[in-house]
């Protein structure tokens, strides 16, 4: 009789035990909620807190913030994503003189192949383009373009990695490019989260038309640029908007979008990635991508700076 | 026996071999646990003790943290990642990662735990610049480690991979340097160095065959132990992660230095062969054993267990 009694107090504690938990983990979820409203200190609060929940599920949904069981039980979650590699197909356009807001420059047939870290920031897209309108019968020949920012340095590669070591290629100075060519890196999905998280108070959240937004400005070389991000119902980076402050700086307006997201790795890492990037840049459109694989087990990809653009950036 | 009973057998023996690293990984063959709170470097306490010669004495059981190779928070801290209860930081760049709670963390299964662990171990900036030729060959070691990995099938993990010794005895003529072998499908098979500090010079590298561990050689410089390393093969890699192979060329200088009950270790590689410049990896902090009466136990006999049921490419 006592042997049951007490294996049936044991049983009830172990369920007490368990609501007790379960409730502390409920309470302690909504322990950034507000408990007035009204005062400005209580807004910034709310918007800081909806800020923190809107990144972080959108971080989520992105595969971006880890942890792991395997000997990291303990240890919180993380940003793990440093390094990745992006292999796609589609259209590129060319900016015409000609073109009126909103139609396309000449098109070209583009093999995409882009490798890039936040950590430092560097971004090396390679481009093989095949006019559509090829002029002969044997068709225009292939042009291949290879275009790195690293931080302040921007260069173009006669193949990859020149200019790095003698006789394997060269690097020609791209100075006026930085600004584009990082700004291509932030506006990928991973470096709006990334970037937004970053800007700490500056970064809002709101809502339009029942989809989540997030404003925030870059910093930086790219100070002046506000970006606008929206949410699919998945909480993925559905579209991204970029506004310069300086007119002189228009090629920093840009229109993206992003569809189709899946863990397109050979190996899987649980990242999403878009698996079509749709891009305008001051209106016209410049990329149309299928992207076929995407490798984002933050593989060896590095970006050391030719001597010969340290000195050019010096001068 | 019905075949939806034998189907059960096999989805729970195929269970079985997914959780096995994970056990191995918590047994750490008795020593202190590996799944710590963060990756922050332990604080120095009590005095360097001192040989008689006047140089610190590296003597101890460097294993407080367990072994410095295994286990996610001790790999992210070889790599240069410090994780705080809710800051992190990449040691070699200074940059701020985001960090979320303890508290908030969303559940995974088993998958997805190797998977995100694959990701953090991987996450640090301090990589080694190899010549753009090698680029790609290097990214294709690792993204096929399971099948690449020189340390695979019980083999050495050679100088400097090998890290942070277990345990070191100092002599006034020499260092034996210990390091414990893994069992699992992390298998590298126990390894000893025996390192002469009596001031005698390096034989001719020509003269050498290279082997895992080289030729070492000890002198102090001030109270660092500076141990001197060539004459290797060129079939090892040299970090833990990363597919980083080298040519027989390799230089490796490792630095040791005590600071109370902590072993601070950083080693260099100079291969002009394929890198465009020497390499350092960011300092590893290794802590004294606390119990002064643990010994170094036997480590699992090395087997590759696991390997024959590896199917896909991602990494552990």
Not at chain 2, 104 to 110: A, S
Not at chain 2, 135 to 149: G, I, L, M, P
Not at chain 2, 208 to 216: A, F, H, M, R, V
């Amino acid at each position: 009789m006592r042997a049951t009694m007490i294996k049936v107090l044991a049983k009830r504690a172990v369920v007490i035990t368990a609501f007790a938990a379960l409730a502390f983990q409920a309470a302690a979820g909504q322990s950034s909620k507000p408990s007035a409203a009204g005062a400005a200190d209580d807004a910034a609060k709310l918007n800081t807190s909806e800020v923190a929940k809107t990144l972080k599920v959108a971080a989520e949904a992105l595969g971006l913030a880890r942890w792991s069981g395997v000997g990291g039980q303990r240890l919180p979650e993380v940003d793990v994503i440093n390094t990745m590699e992006i292999w796609g197909s589609g259209t590129t356009y060319g900016l015409s003189q000609a073109s009126k807001p909103g139609e396309p420059g000449p098109a070209f047939k583009t093999e995409y192949h882009a490798t890039l870290g936040y950590n430092p920031p560097a971004m090396r897209v390679e481009l093989t383009r095949t006019s559509s309108g090829a002029p002969s019968q044997g068709g225009a020949a292939p042009q291949q373009t290879i275009e790195v920012v690293r931080d302040k340095y921007a260069w173009d590669e006669s193949e990859i990695g020149g200019g790095l070591v003698p006789g394997k290629g060269t690097a020609t100075p791209a100075m006026a490019a930085v600004d584009n060519r990082l700004l291509q890196l932030w506006i990928l999905p991973y470096g709006v989260i990334k970037a937004a998280l970053a800007a700490g108070d500056k970064t809002k959240v709101s809502t339009e038309k029942g989809t989540t937004v997030i404003t925030f400005p870059l910093s930086e070389q790219l100070a002046n640029v506000m970006v606008k991000a929206t949410l699919d119902a998945q909480n993925e980076v559905a579209k991204v908007e970029t506004r310069s402050e300086n007119p002189a700086l228009s090629d920093l307006n840009t229109e993206t979008e992003y569809t189709d997201y899946a863990d397109h790795g050979e190996i899987a890492t649980d990242v999403k990635s878009p698996g079509h990037i749709v891009r305008k840049r001051s209106g016209h459109p410049v990329l149309d991508i299928r992207v076929k694989m995407l490798d984002a087990n933050n593989p060896y990809l590095v970006f050391p700076v030719p001597e010969n653009i340290k000195k050019v950036a010096a001068h | 026996m019905t075949p939806h009973f034998r189907f059960n057998r096999i989805i729970v023996t195929a269970a079985l071999l997914c959780l096995l690293p994970a056990a191995i990984f918590a047994q750490n063959n008795g020593g202190p646990r590996m799944d710590h709170e963060n990756t922050l470097p332990p604080t120095p306490t009590g005095p360097t003790p001192m040989a008689p010669d006047g140089h610190p004495d590296l003597t101890g059981l460097w294993n407080g943290l367990a072994d410095n190779l295994l286990g996610v928070p001790n790999q992210m801290h070889n790599v240069g990642i410090e994780v705080g209860p809710d800051a992190t930081r990449d040691i070699h760049s200074g940059v701020q990662i985001a960090t979320w709670p303890l508290q908030n963390r969303t559940r995974q299964n088993n998958e997805q735990n190797e998977r995100a662990a694959t990701l953090l171990r991987r996450m640090g900036s301090n990589r080694p610049i190899y010549k753009p030729q090698y680029w790609q060959r290097v990214k294709d070691f690792d993204a096929n480690s399971n099948e690449e990995d020189p340390s695979n099938n019980c083999m050495p993990a050679g100088v400097p991979r090998m890290g942070v010794p277990s345990y070191i005895a100092q002599t006034p003529k020499y260092l034996v340097f210990v390091y414990p072998g893994q069992g699992g499908l992390i298998a590298t098979a126990t390894s000893y160095r025996m390192i002469p500090t009596d001031g005698r010079k390096h034989t001719n590298l020509e003269d050498l065959d290279g082997t895992w561990n080289g030729e070492s050689i000890g002198h102090w410089e001030g109270d660092t132990m500076v141990v001197d390393s060539i004459g290797f093969n060129s079939t090892s890699w040299f970090d833990q992660l990363g597919g980083y192979f080298h040519s027989e060329n390799m230089h490796v200088i490792e630095r040791l230095h005590r600071d109370g009950n902590t072993l601070t270790w950083t080693a260099t590689v100079e291969d002009p062969d394929v890198l465009l410049e020497p390499w350092t990896t960011t300092p590893r902090i290794a802590l004294l054993n606390p119990d002064s009466k643990a010994v170094l136990s036997e480590s699992l006999p090395c087997s590759e267990r696991d390997f024959a049921h590896v199917v896909t490419k991602e990494h552990h």
